[in-house]
Structure formats: C-alpha cells, structure tokens
C-alpha cells in the first residue's frame, strides 16, 4: 500500500507542477478602465504568423461591490487589418473556465482586435487595441503545454514505481523480526 502511495505522490508532483506553469494560458494582458469596468483581454505577448494565439476575455466592475449576478454572457469580437476583416463574432461565456478563443493569424503586421462585452444581447462595454503579429518563427518549434503535461506526467509515474520498488514493505520486515 505504502509503494501505491508513493507512486502516486510522485504522479502527481510531476503531473500538477508542470499544468501549474500553463494555468493563465497567456503571458500578456491588454487592461483598460472604461464606462466603470476594468477590461482585461489575455494573449501572448510574442504572436508569429501561422502560430495559434489564445485570447481571453474578462471585465470586472471598478467598484466591485457592486457585483450582482452575471457580469456580461457574451463577447462580440472582431479582428481587422486595413478595414479588412479577417475574424467576426461572438464567444459566449461558459459556466466553467475562461471565456476566449484561438486563433491564427495568417500574415504579419498590424492588426485590430476590437471586444464587444454584452449582457444578454445589451452592450455593456467595448475596447479595441492593437496586436503587432511577428514574422514566422523559422526552425523553432514549440511544444504544447498538453505535450508537455503528459510527459511529466509519465515521468513522476515511473519515478513513483522506481522509488517504490526500494520501500521495504511492512510484512517483510516483521517477519525478519519474528524470525530473529
């Protein structure tokens, strides 16, 4: 019993301590204050042409006593180059989890992400910013935090059976007691 334990001690030290460090999902934060809200949009800081980018999206009141129910249920989102527009629409809410998406930018440049929040269908607050997309990121490839997760994962597992194996169990060690 003692041997399960420490495998899955292991397990889970390996497992969570990698999902830790990819627990925001984004390194960077476009935050403005406006019409009373606090507006915070998540996104890479770094984003390269045909590399996926995911934008999360949330407001809180300024005043936050103020909080009764929902803030808003939906966000209306569009991406634009030149009044071109190369993404329109609307990310609902979840109950669980973040409200966002992910995207691929298909050419550098200057782009607009403008954010619509709503409250059933009532405008509540928007934004609009720049994203400055970066030229293709040659020869260097990126590993997904998934990938990663589950390579720690398996590593603790297989550090868990490694150690386990050289825990004495309880029953040998009475018996070799009787016996003396």
């Not at 003692?2 to 935050?31: D, K, P, W």
Request: with cysteine.
């Amino acid at each position: 019993m003692r041997t399960l334990h420490t495998i899955l001690l292991f397990f889970l030290c390996f497992a969570l301590s990698s999902t830790q460090v990819f627990a925001h999902g984004s390194s960077f934060s476009y935050e403005e204050t406006k019409d009373g809200y606090l507006i915070d949009i998540g996104y890479d800081e770094f984003i390269a042409e045909g590399e996926s980018v995911r934008f999360d999206f949330d407001i809180y009141p300024e005043d936050i006593t103020t909080i009764e129910g929902e803030v808003f249920t939906d966000v209306w989102v569009t991406i634009t180059q030149n009044n071109k527009i190369f993404f329109a629409g609307g990310i609902e809410k979840p109950v669980f989890g973040a409200t966002g998406f992910t995207y691929v930018f298909p050419e550098e440049g200057e782009y607009v992400l403008s954010a619509r929040f709503q409250n059933e269908g009532n405008s509540i607050v928007e934004t609009e910013f720049p994203v400055t997309i970066i030229p293709p990121l040659e020869g260097e490839e990126t590993t997904s935090p998934i990938v990663i997760g589950g390579i720690m994962g398996v590593a603790g597992l297989i550090c868990g059976v490694g150690i386990g194996l050289f825990i004495p169990r309880k029953k040998t060690i009475l018996k070799e007691n009787q016996n003396n």
